[in-house]
């Protein structure tokens, strides 16, 4: 009698526990950004602190009206392109995800936040600095950094103020990102006192910069700025020099 008492708890327990598991909240968070192409290094990044805040709630076991919620973490690689960027944003509103983190870039975050403002979806960039990300009107845009108007602006103050430099040449990469920092960071310089001698432009793949800086070097600037990611940036580095 006490073996099939114990058989009969142990079978409610099991049921039990299946039923609670049954009724877990699944939270679906979507996560975009660049994991392949010339800043796939960026993208990963933020994709795994993503992952690793998942983890980390899944482990506090976060209880959301009543019922404990399951994180899933759905990725997706938009290759720091807008039609990529747009194409994964419709991906995972087909997914039905509850929130999204993304995108990196400026240029792939603006076009996909009104597939997601359309969705009722939210979603965080971590890292979008353009200002017209959040200025046009969605209710589900957020960002977690400084917009351009702060972030350049105060970048062309501490060159002029703190770094001396009275000429300065401005390289942006044409991006949503690269063109809007700098074109702040000019108003930031002209601002404090000093002088904008040459504005260039490449682009976000370029590898050849001999002509820009060829052109630049005839001003003989104090100080050269450049709008744009580290993958163009370092080898404009090493041909200026």
Sequence with gaps: ?????????????????????????????????PTSGGIAHLGKDNENGARMAIDELNA??????????????????????????????QKLVDEKVNGVIGH????????ASKIYSDAGIPQISPSATNPKYTRQGFKTTFRVVADDVHLGGTLGKYAVQTLKGKTIAVIDDRTAYGQGVADEFEKGVKAAGGKVVKREFTNDKATDFTAILTSIKGTKPDLVFYGGMDAVAGPMLRQMK
């Design 1 to 33: 009698m006490q073996v099939k008492l114990n058989v009969i708890v142990a079978a409610a327990v099991a049921l039990a526990a299946g039923s609670v598991y049954a009724e877990d909240l699944v939270v679906k968070i979507g996560h975009v950004g």
């Design 60 to 89: 506090k076991g976060v209880m959301i009206g009543g019922k404990k919620a399951k994180f899933e973490l759905l990725a997706e690689d938009d290759a720091a392109d807008p039609k990529q960027g747009t194409a994964a944003a």
């Design 104 to 111: 990196l870039n400026s240029g792939t975050t603006i076009p």
